[in-house]
């Protein structure tokens, strides 16, 4: 059964789907079978990976609403060799529409439960909020990875984070574990990136990666052509950064 990673931080702008993307991409190239899955009803992960959200019937939305199976809704082989599960602008009616579904923040788990054999990894891109879709991602994965930008706010809402995770923990899914931190958008350039990573370092307890993603202009302009950083500048800075953290996240222990 494949290991279920949710990308999450509460926070917008911090490398969330960026790195849900590349990480997804670069496990793949090293030949590992990946499930790529948005939850966030933005669909930029979607996009991201070259498939046009506005013009697809069969999203996660239909499957958590039962209304089609996995093999109707995922996407074989997009951009960068994985499957997705894509998400649009429907997705945001989900709250309300399982505000009175017995066991509703297990929905996503369930519906992927004879999937997950398929899979050596399945990355779950969190919308930025703490969520019923963030929950139903977080109760279907094994860890949870959070994405810290290289920012002077970038302790805030950490610990709500963490807290969330502890709670969802002790109540829902006493298996899930801390994936780790990964620091985005890093500049080398300033010494305020560094103050940064030092800082959460010496306070947060949690494992850190060691690869850290670099600001780059080449990670930015991937996505407005669905490509991912290693197909898009295969030789970037961008593109080697998250080769080695798939690695990373490959050879991680738990």
Do not use: W
Request: glycine share 8%; hydrophobic share 40%.
């Amino acid at each position: 059964m494949g290991r279920a990673i949710a990308i999450a931080n509460q926070k917008g702008g911090v490398g969330k789907t960026t790195t849900a993307i590349n990480l997804s991409a670069c496990l793949a190239e090293k030949g590992k079978r990946v499930l790529l899955i948005d939850t966030d009803p933005q669909g930029n992960t979607t996009t991201g990976v070259g498939v046009k959200k506005n013009e697809i019937d069969a999203t996660i939305y239909e499957l958590l609403l039962g209304e089609k199976t996995f093999d109707e809704c995922v996407v074989r082989g997009v951009a960068g060799g994985m499957d997705l599960l894509p998400a649009n602008v429907n997705l945001s009616g989900a709250e309300i529409d399982f505000i009175d579904q017995e066991n509703k923040q297990f929905i996503l788990r369930d519906r992927l439960k004879d999937a997950r054999k398929d899979y050596d990894f399945i990355i779950l891109d969190c919308p930025p909020a703490l969520s019923m879709l963030t929950i139903n991602a977080m109760t279907t994965a094994d860890t949870v990875l959070v994405t810290v930008q290289c920012e002077y706010y970038a302790l805030d809402g950490l610990s709500q984070l963490f807290n969330t995770v502890n709670l969802i923990r002790s109540r829902m899914h006493g298996s899930l574990e801390m994936d780790g931190i990964v620091f985005t958008m890093y500049d080398q350039r300033t010494n305020l990136a560094y103050e940064v990573v030092e800082n959460v370092k010496s306070n947060i307890k949690e494992h850190v990666y060691q690869t850290i993603i670099p600001r780059n202009i080449r990670l930015a302009e991937a996505p407005s052509y669905g490509q991912p950083i290693n197909i898009y500048e295969p030789k970037s800075a961008g593109a080697e950064a998250y080769r080695l953290l798939a690695q990373e996240v490959i050879d991680r222990k738990f």
